[in-house]
């Protein structure tokens, strides 16, 4: 049984890191204006958007994962609800720390249900890598008696 189910955690693992890695097109919505085409994918430890598959990461179109405060699904900001063509199950938002948001809004629920969890996995892992690594700092810096 045990075997069984580490099977599946590995295939889920392994369809995870395919499916971020490899990238997603979903639309990015503007609290005004049109919603655009966005090629969104997670390398390292950053989530990046950009206008095709060709295009450069840049560093100021991308969120640190561990710097990512929510992930909400479907309408929550102003600029989804304006979003009138797009179902509320196809839509979700990255927050930061911020308070900078990334409204994105996907085909299908199957697709943006997969994305909000694979994203989740990778903020909770980065912020555990974060956390460890400032309490490492900490009680390096404690004074010696």
Not at 26 to 33: A, Q, S, V, Y
Request: with cysteine.
């Amino acid at each position: 049984d045990d075997i069984e189910s580490r099977a599946e955690q590995l295939k889920f693992l392994n369809g995870m890191v395919q499916s971020v890695c490899s990238g997603v097109r979903f639309r990015k919505h503007r609290k005004h204006g049109k919603a655009a085409h966005r090629w969104v994918l997670v390398d390292k430890d950053r989530l990046y958007w950009k206008e095709n598959t060709a295009a450069q990461n840049q560093k100021t179109r991308s969120f640190n994962l561990a710097k990512i405060v929510a992930i909400q699904p479907g309408k929550h900001t102003s600029a989804l609800k304006n979003a009138d063509d797009v179902e509320d199950s196809q839509c979700f938002s990255i927050v930061s720390k911020k308070h900078v948001t990334l409204d994105l809004s996907g085909e299908d629920e199957n697709t943006v249900h997969s994305w909000i969890v694979y994203l989740t996995a990778y903020n909770r892992h980065y912020k555990n890598i974060s956390n460890a690594a400032l309490a490492e700092k900490s009680s390096s810096v404690l004074p010696q008696m």
